[in-house]
């Protein structure tokens, strides 16, 4: 079956250290997302990439870092620069273009020790 | 600046009501897209609709029903006959081009529904 997965599905990170989120997706699609979702909000984007090797900040970058080596694959750091880890990341990819929809995988739920 | 407004923070309703939940945009764009995702206590959102600003009829799909108004920017969503398993926090969102090539989505902040049995 066509679709996005995301591991693990719970992320525990301990102080100073950085944490990496795995999204694959066998939907050929170019376009990939990485959003934060924290309780009783919207989503907010990270990072974008719309192809290989190239990827672009969203709106709260800040402490996270990507890459996109592989089209299916597109992994999301967390780096100890992020103060305020604690939330829920969804991955979504589309094909390219602001007419395209969106589809999400799982989630990752990360929690600080 | 692009906005997408959800005033609904929770709603509670019994099996088999009608419901519906509110979304109100700003934008300055003509051409944009409109979206509905439903996300259930597993946390995936789920897509459940696309429209575009050129396209004012409302649409049926089953239970769930879409009405879009230009004139007073919203997008509201009626769940008709509404089940327990209806229960989950639905986002409306606002696709804007950004770098051109890839959609932005802009999310309103949900609402949750409780559908009681």
């Known amino acids: 079956d066509g679709g996005i997965t995301q591991s693990p599905k719970y992320l525990f990170r301990k102080e100073g250290q950085n944490v990496t989120l795995s999204c694959e997706q066998n939907l050929n699609h170019d376009a990939m997302y990485w959003y934060r979702q924290d309780p009783g909000q919207g989503l907010r984007l990270i990072y974008y990439s719309q192809i290989v090797n190239d990827f672009q900040k969203g709106d709260i970058a800040e402490g996270y870092s990507v890459s996109r080596e592989k089209k299916e694959s597109f992994p999301l750091t967390v780096t100890s620069a992020q103060k305020n880890p604690t939330a829920f990341y969804l991955c979504a990819s589309s094909h390219q273009g602001a007419r395209e929809t969106q589809y999400f995988g799982p989630g990752t739920r990360l929690l600080v020790l | 600046a692009q906005k997408v407004t959800q005033a609904q923070t929770e709603i509670s309703v019994v099996e088999k009501e009608d419901v519906t939940l509110d979304c109100v945009y700003e934008?300055?764009?003509?051409?944009?897209?409109l979206f509905w995702y439903k996300q259930p206590p597993s946390g995936e959102l789920v897509f459940l609709i696309r429209r575009n600003s050129f396209d004012e009829q409302n649409e049926i799909s089953g239970r769930y029903s879409w009405n879009f108004q230009k004139s007073t920017s919203s997008f509201n969503f009626t769940i008709t006959a509404s089940q327990v398993v209806d229960s989950a926090v639905y986002f409306c969102?606002?696709?804007?081009?950004?770098?051109?090539?890839?959609?932005?989505?802009?999310f309103g902040t949900g609402t949750l529904l409780a559908v009681q049995p």
């Open positions: 934008t300055r764009d003509t051409t944009y897209y």
């Open positions: 969102a606002l696709s804007e081009a950004y770098g051109g090539a890839t959609n932005k989505l802009i």
